[in-house]
């Protein structure tokens, strides 16, 4: 398989089921984002963190690719079998973030950013998930957009912030607290 096609020269791609789009299209916008969150979350699992957090992470992985091609689907001409997101993948984040928040301190305050590499990478992903949010949230306005994708996107921003929380619990480090100036 050649890794150029040469049909991207002019700005524009195509999407699942065929349709041309230029490449500021917000459908590629979205799949874009949810492509740069995916390699955020491989920078964390390549931490020294722990290996259930590494196989959350692995899952999570694999369902925004899931996400990636439902969003890069053109939903009016696709017939391609696209691997579904289901109530169960959000199930696991809630339940996950369940888990953490039963052994983390209660949060009483906002949180800085920052701790250590690991909980950076943590707020990073946190961040570029919010805006892939956003972004597919906009996408949905015009355009068919699983509603399970923005549940998703919503509980994995959530999952993201807990699991900064937990990494620093668990080595330790004391959380930044932001404390504002009177």
Same mark, same amino acid.
């Given at each position: 398989?050649?890794?150029?096609?040469?049909?991207?020269?002019?700005?524009?791609?195509?999407?699942?089921?065929?349709?041309?789009?230029?490449?500021?299209?917000?459908?590629?916008?979205?799949?874009?984002?949810?492509?740069?969150?995916?390699?955020?979350?491989?920078?964390? /699992?390549?931490?020294?963190?722990?290996?259930?957090?590494?196989?959350?992470?692995?899952?999570?992985?694999?369902?925004? $690719?899931?996400?990636?091609?439902?969003?890069?689907?053109?939903?009016?001409? &696709?017939?391609?079998?696209?691997?579904?997101?289901?109530?169960?993948?959000?199930?696991?984040?809630?339940?996950?973030?369940?888990?953490?928040?039963?052994?983390?301190?209660?949060?009483?305050?906002?949180?800085?950013?920052?701790?250590?590499?690991?909980?950076? $990478?943590?707020?990073?992903?946190?961040?570029?998930? /919010? /805006?892939?949010? /956003?972004?597919?949230?906009?996408?949905?306005? &015009?355009?068919?957009?699983?509603?399970?994708?923005?549940?998703?996107?919503?509980?994995?921003?959530? $999952?993201? $912030?807990?699991?900064?929380?937990?990494?620093?619990?668990?080595?330790?480090? &004391?959380?930044?607290?932001?404390?504002?100036?009177?």
């Amino acid at each position: 398989m050649k890794i150029y096609t040469k049909t991207g020269d002019k700005g524009q791609t195509s999407l699942i089921g065929g349709t041309r789009v230029p490449k500021y299209h917000l459908r590629i916008e979205s799949y874009g984002t949810i492509d740069e969150l995916n390699s955020y979350i491989g920078l964390i /699992r390549d931490q020294h963190i722990s290996v259930h957090q590494k196989d959350i992470l692995k899952q999570i992985q694999d369902r925004l $690719f899931t996400i990636g091609a439902l969003l890069a689907s053109d939903p009016e001409k &696709s017939k391609m079998k696209i691997p579904d997101l289901k109530m169960e993948d959000i199930v696991l984040l809630e339940q996950e973030i369940d888990k953490m928040n039963v052994v983390l301190p209660e949060l009483k305050n906002f949180i800085l950013p920052g701790g250590n590499t690991t909980i950076s $990478f943590c707020h990073l992903a946190r961040c570029i998930c /919010r /805006r892939a949010e /956003r972004v597919t949230v906009q996408l949905a306005e &015009s355009s068919e957009v699983n509603k399970n994708v923005l549940i998703y996107l919503n509980r994995l921003s959530d $999952f993201l $912030f807990v699991l900064g929380r937990m990494i620093g619990f668990e080595q330790k480090i &004391s959380e930044n607290i932001w404390q504002p100036r009177s």
